[in-house]
């Protein structure tokens, strides 16, 4: 029986597992679990330093991406963004950005005032990647968290290229995926789509289908089911592609052919 095609898992924070000292044990797993490659995300400074660092070194097994994701956003965002042109030069530049866009979902609860005075932070720091994105190669990876037309409204507003933008953990419906659709953007699913109660997320899968489908981990978040509430690792992105398969109907193998091929297509990997 020939071996399926090797997944790639699109979205995973490397940096927690780095300092921890598990992330070799991590990469070996995830080569076990047929997981060919892995794309470590970056969302500050610290990590864009780390991922640069430690890429090269992992023979071409992960590949990076440098961005500000907006919990990350503080009084010093401006000067964050002036560092990060830089990743995208060089001889280990980043094969994208992000991940970027906008969260109200972690905006202070008790105190509107400071809530929309970060918030308002969190889209001059969308803009400003998304500006720097139309100079740079590669696609751009979104957050959005509580804030999906306010964030539909920055991209549209920034005049960027649909065609490179992916709604990573897209956790929204049919309704927001086909304003993605539309538009030529496409969403990136992790194990919420094994969740019971998370079918109108896997309506939005079925509603994009193959043509465009990337898989993810988002870990060490996110934990599919059956391993729901411990730690996540790209290894068990292969259980969010059984249930893509499943909910899609069609065999694990072209799943596993489409999302490799639209993941090394859209962020550039060898």
């Known amino acids: 029986m020939p071996a399926l095609p090797l997944l790639i898992d699109t979205h995973a924070h490397l940096d927690r597992f780095h300092h ?5 044990t991590v990469l070996e797993r995830a080569q076990a679990a047929g997981v060919g490659q ?55 530049p980043a094969c994208g950005l992000g991940e970027c866009g906008l969260d109200r979902f972690h905006l202070p609860k008790d105190d509107a005032v400071a809530a929309e005075r970060i918030f308002a932070c969190q889209i ?45 953990c897209f956790s929204e419906g049919e309704a927001e995926m086909r304003t993605l659709l539309e538009r030529g953007g496409r ?27 990337m898989i993810e981990t988002d ?25 893509a398969a499943q909910e899609l109907g069609v065999p694990a193998a072209e799943l596993a052919a489409h999302t490799t091929a639209n993941a090394r297509a859209f962020f550039g990997l060898g």
């Open 20 to 24: 921890r000292g598990e992330l070799s």
């Open 38 to 92: 892995i794309v470590a995300i970056g969302t500050e400074p610290e990590d864009w330093r780390l991922y640069r660092e430690l890429v090269p070194r992992l023979g071409g097994r992960v590949a990076y991406t440098a961005g500000l994701h907006p919990c990350s956003v503080g009084a010093d965002w401006e000067a964050a963004l002036a560092q990060l042109a830089q990743y995208f030069d060089g001889e280990h």
């Open 124 to 168: 001059g720091a969308f803009r400003g990647q998304l500006e720097l994105a139309k100079r740079v190669p590669g696609p751009v990876v979104v957050h959005s968290r509580g804030a999906f037309a306010e964030s539909v409204a920055v991209i549209d507003a920034s005049g960027l290229d649909w065609a490179r933008v992916v709604y990573h």
């Open 187 to 213: 969403g990136s699913f992790t194990g919420i789509i094994t969740y019971k109660s998370a079918e109108s997320v896997r309506a939005a899968l079925r509603l994009q289908g193959l043509a465009r489908l």
């Open 219 to 243: 870990s060490p978040y996110l934990t599919p089911e059956p391993h729901r509430g411990k730690p996540n690792e790209p290894a068990l992105v292969a259980l969010t592609a059984a249930r």
